[in-house]
């Protein structure tokens, strides 16, 4: 059994950043293929970005060039590095784990971009 423990959101002007974490248990860590997705109110829960255990990324055409995923085996965390944020960023943000092609998911945090 593997958790995830999300923080970081919080509220945010438009063109603010956020950096959310991604808390993970287990010792196979580095193992674990991670992504971020998110979820607003009314839409399905889209892609944001992955990152592979060799450190590969993908993106989202929506969030590339502003958002930057990343991650810390020596800590078992992930991170979402958010810039230039927008109004329609504004979701909850959930972590997750592909282990050993199990999926787990965080509780989510939210992120709301707003003047």
């Known amino acids: 059994q593997v958790q995830l423990v999300e923080s970081g959101g919080g509220l945010v002007q438009p063109g603010g950043s956020l950096r959310l974490s991604c808390a993970a248990s287990g010792s196979r860590f580095s193992s674990y293929a991670m992504g971020w997705y998110r979820q607003a109110p009314g839409k399905q829960r889209e892609l944001v970005a992955t990152i592979t255990s060799g450190g590969y990324t993908n993106y989202a055409d929506s969030v590339k060039g502003r958002f930057t995923i990343s991650r810390d085996n020596a800590k078992n965390t992930m991170y979402l590095r958010m810039n230039s944020l927008k109004f329609e960023d504004t979701a909850v943000y959930y972590c997750?784990?592909?282990?050993?092609?199990?999926?787990?998911w965080g509780q989510g945090t939210q992120v709301t971009v707003s003047s």
């Open positions: 997750y784990a592909d282990v050993a092609g199990r999926d787990y």
